[in-house]
Each structure stands twice: as structure tokens, then as C-alpha cells.
């Protein structure tokens, strides 16, 4: 069946690099995507990738997907307060059908 | 555009009651989805649309569940009747799903936070 696994939490200081991880089963997957909550929000696309590339970058966000080990990561360089989120990595197969969610990684920024 | 409006943005409401959930999706997309979001199960797919039609309604919980999209603009969900257990947040999202534009992003309402006593 498809499932999408995030660890829930993450914790770094202010301007370290932030790393959340996300594996998923379906190899189908054509569009792999990370969503951003903010508190008492709805959900904001971040970034997405198609599967047939394998890196993407977009000012201080890299993703890095790895099919072969169905693995997608968002790298989060100098990481503000503001960055305080959860983070949901989502999968779907092709346009007209759902997401797929994780259950979100929540990531707490200190100062 | 204003985004994806839902309405009400909280609802209290007691057991045995019937709620309903509005939703006004962005002008021009064609697919609107539901979700519920609690800490227990996270994001949960309840139902989707395409072109008014409903898609794919597996995620509908049971019977006392049910969702209406009358026409491109409105959509709403009812709960008849409520129980302490659907207690969440519920997300209504549209989208214009076009292969290979934006990764057919899904833009999201604010939620509408269900606490049934």
C-alpha cells in the first residue's frame, strides 16, 4: 500500500542547516512535494520535484530525492525562527489524483 | 484571488448534532479535496472532486459523513450526527491539475476547527 514515513520532531539552533527526511513506498510516485503549517494555518507548497530528477534547489531549500531507496530529504540552509513549522512531505502519482501526506515533522528553531 | 475560504473557521457544537462545513474553492480549479487533521492520524484524504463530480470518497469515515459540490464554487461537508471523536481540523484545498505545471500545486484553506462535546 502507499505510505509516506517523516520522523515528528527536529530541533536546531538559529542559522544551522535543518534536515527532514521522508521515505515513501509507491515507486510510481511521479510528483514528490514538501508543505509547510505554520500555527493555526492551512498548508503552503514549499518545493516539489518530479521524479526524474534528483536534485533541486531553490534559494535556501535543496531537495534531494533518491528513488532507488524512495527517500526524499529538504535541507533547509540557515535556519531562522521563522522556519518554526511542521513540515509534511506528500507523493502522488500523476495530475488528477490525491496526495499522499506524512504525518509532518515538527521543526522547532531556538535562538 | 482570496485563496481557498472556508467557513466557519471554529465550531462547537454538542453531541448528536449536525454540523456543516463550507468551502469556497479558488476560481477557475477544477479539483477540490477534503481533509481531516488530528495529532492521532495526521492528514487524512476524505473525499475528492473533479468538476463537481466526487473522485474518490473512500476516505469518508462512515455514513454520518457526507460531502456535496453543488457547483464550482461551493462544496460542503456534513457530519450528521457528530460525535466527540470527529473532533479536528478539517482543510478543504483546490487545485488545477495540469501534468507538469507547478507539480499541480494544491492550495489549502484555513481549516476549520471542529470541537463536538
Redesign the interface.
Same mark, same amino acid.
Given at each position: 500500500g502507499e505510505d509516506v514515513e517523516q520522523s515528528l520532531f527536529l530541533s536546531v539552533r538559529e542559522g544551522d542547516s535543518s534536515v527532514i527526511n521522508c521515505t515513501y513506498t509507491d515507486s510510481s510516485s511521479t510528483?514528490l +512535494?514538501w508543505y509547510k503549517q505554520e500555527p493555526? &494555518?492551512? =498548508?503552503? =507548497?514549499l518545493t +516539489?520535484? /518530479?521524479s526524474n530528477m534528483d536534485m533541486k534547489q531553490d534559494q535556501r531549500l535543496t531537495v534531494l530525492l533518491n528513488k532507488k531507496d524512495k527517500h526524499l530529504s529538504l535541507r533547509i540552509a540557515d535556519t531562522q525562527t521563522g522556519d518554526s513549522a511542521i513540515y509534511?512531505c506528500a507523493e502522488?502519482h500523476? &495530475?488528477?489524483t &490525491? =496526495?499522499? /501526506?506524512?504525518?509532518?515533522t515538527t521543526l522547532s528553531v531556538s535562538s | 484571488d482570496a485563496g481557498?475560504i472556508q467557513s466557519p473557521r471554529h465550531e462547537v457544537t454538542e453531541m448528536g448534532q449536525e454540523v456543516t462545513l463550507r468551502c469556497k474553492p479558488i476560481s477557475g480549479h477544477d479539483?477540490l @479535496?477534503w481533509y481531516r487533521q488530528t495529532m492521532m492520524r495526521? $492528514?487524512e $484524504?476524505l473525499i475528492?472532486f473533479?468538476n463537481n463530480v466526487p473522485i474518490?470518497d473512500s476516505g469518508m469515515p462512515e455514513d454520518r459523513f457526507s460531502a456535496k459540490m453543488p457547483n464550482a464554487s461551493f462544496s460542503t461537508l456534513k457530519i450528521q450526527p457528530s460525535e466527540p471523536r470527529d473532533s479536528a481540523v478539517y @482543510?478543504c *484545498?483546490s487545485s488545477l491539475?495540469?501534468?507538469? *505545471?507547478?507539480?499541480?500545486?494544491? @492550495? @489549502?484553506?484555513?481549516?476549520t476547527r471542529l470541537t463536538v462535546l
Open positions: 510528483y +512535494y493555526g &494555518a492551512g =498548508l503552503q =507548497l +516539489y520535484i /518530479f509534511f502522488k500523476q &495530475a488528477g &490525491a =496526495l499522499i /501526506f506524512g504525518k509532518g | 481557498v479539483y @479535496f495526521g $492528514l $484524504l475528492y473533479n474518490d @482543510f *484545498a491539475e495540469v501534468e507538469g *505545471a507547478r507539480g499541480n500545486e494544491q @492550495f @489549502f484553506g484555513p481549516g
